[in-house]
């Protein structure tokens, strides 16, 4: 037999060794252990492991205790700190493994229905009308360049908060016949502008034909609140002008408590609503400092308890939760917070803020005869698996109410300025 054709051999043989091997229980579960462990202060991940392996911490001896049984491997994390898991078989090392150990957060899931009302920053432009002057139709505002969706901030060089602020401006110009000189914020950039009202013939008054709104107001779900700041997280998502259906610059805004009155159920094509009024009190319970993708934030000034879990509780990050049941905390009747069976269907680890990152489907057979599903209103309700926070509800499947998309914790936790990596991050009110 020619080397050559012992060389074909050995390689088809190799390779076919090498397919097996790598096809095998073991190899499957050495190759399942990745090559970056994160993990919180307290908490233990343990993994499946065949082989014989012996595991060698190096940077971390004293912060993490390593458990090799016949079939698994454990880490137990003790406190924080960085550092290498070495893999060795036989002697020889196989696998690095690195590990970070993060300090122990834990926050309190909220789930109560809550009313939001927000003071824009300036006054948002919201559409045009035509004033009926001596020669004709015509909106001030678009004239002078005005669009949907600009807000306006400053007149002839004095801020301006809300809509009557604009008034005096608007009577002095029209008598003097001096445009007023406007400072627009579009696209988070500073135009300036010039308007000149016109005198509407009919009631003789002077209007600049914008349709303007200095304020909103809804309903939605605490997702969770820190017990040492009072920090909080709620919707999960951004509020948008119903109008212009963009992000409303936030100058300043409350959160009070709210009551479920009824249920307008979901069907495919109609998503169903909560419909909820403000607690007879008015009582404010928190200010909202912050409108992002990921929600609100603010600070809490009221406590509040949803009688389930008043306790602080772990978080998960989002390359830690798994697809399977889960629950979720929400409000359908009055203000008493219930806890629903639902799936979490697909999970993807997202290394950076993003919004989507959960699908979830609800399987509890009580929510889904109540309200078909996912509502609006329950946008923020907080989703909670293996005893630890994941998430929060965030937007209903319009043909399809049963499901819908949740945000991870991990991304409204940044965005409260709850650093979780233990520093406390400054975010601008």
């Known amino acids: 037999m020619s080397a050559e054709i012992i060389r074909k051999m050995m390689g088809i043989f190799l390779l076919v060794s090498f397919v097996v091997i790598s096809m095998s229980k073991p190899m499957k579960e050495y190759l399942h252990i990745p090559k970056q462990i994160v993990m919180f202060e307290e908490e233990k991940v343990s993994f499946a492991s065949a082989f014989p392996v012996h595991a060698e911490m190096k940077g971390t001896s004293h912060s993490v205790d390593v458990i090799k049984t016949e079939d698994s491997l454990s880490i137990a994390a003790k406190q924080r700190n960085d550092g290498q898991m070495i893999l060795n078989m036989g002697g020889m090392p196989i696998k690095q493994v690195n590990v970070k150990i993060l300090p122990s957060l834990k926050v309190i899931p909220g789930g109560q229905s809550i009313g939001v009302k927000l003071n824009t920053l300036g006054v948002l432009v919201v559409g045009y009308h035509l004033v009926e002057t001596e020669d004709g139709k015509k909106s001030p505002g678009e004239l002078a360049g005005i669009q949907v969706g600009d807000i306006i901030t400053n007149v002839n060089g004095k801020e301006i908060e809300k809509m009557s602020d604009l008034s005096p401006f608007i009577e002095e110009a029209g008598k003097t016949g001096q445009p007023l000189q406007?400072?627009?914020?579009?696209?988070?950039?500073?135009?300036?502008?010039?308007?000149?009202?016109?005198?509407?013939?009919?009631?003789?008054?002077?209007?600049?034909?914008?349709?303007?709104?200095d304020s909103a107001a809804g309903i939605g779900t605490m997702t969770f609140f820190d017990p040492i700041s009072k920090k909080y997280g709620a919707l999960g998502h951004v509020i948008s002008d119903m109008d212009t259906r963009r992000p409303i610059v936030v100058q300043d805004g409350q959160i009070m408590k709210s009551t479920v009155t009824s249920i307008e159920k979901g069907s495919s094509g109609n998503p169903g609503e909560k419909l909820a009024r403000f607690s007879a009190d008015k009582e404010v319970i928190g200010n909202i400092t912050n409108n992002s993708p990921f929600g609100i934030f603010g600070t809490l000034s009221k406590p509040v308890q949803n009688g389930l879990f008043d306790e602080p509780m772990p978080i998960a990050l989002s390359h830690q939760v798994k697809e399977g049941p889960a629950k979720m905390l929400t409000v359908i009747e009055d203000d008493k917070v219930e806890a629903f069976d639902i799936e979490i269907v697909s999970s993807i680890p997202q290394k950076f803020p993003a919004t989507k990152g959960l699908v979830i489907r609800v399987t509890d057979p009580r929510l889904l005869k109540k309200t078909g599903g996912i509502v609006q209103g329950m946008s923020g309700s907080p989703i909670i698996q293996d005893g630890k926070l994941i998430g929060a509800v965030t937007h209903v499947f319009v043909n399809d109410p049963t499901s819908g998309y949740g945000v991870y914790i991990e991304w409204m936790l940044n965005e409260a300025g709850i650093d979780i990596y233990g520093k406390q991050k400054q975010k601008a009110s």
């Open 182 to 213: 406007l400072q627009l914020l579009r696209d988070q950039r500073s135009i300036a502008t010039k308007l000149t009202p016109l005198k509407d013939k009919q009631d003789h008054a002077y209007r600049i034909g914008l349709y303007i709104r």
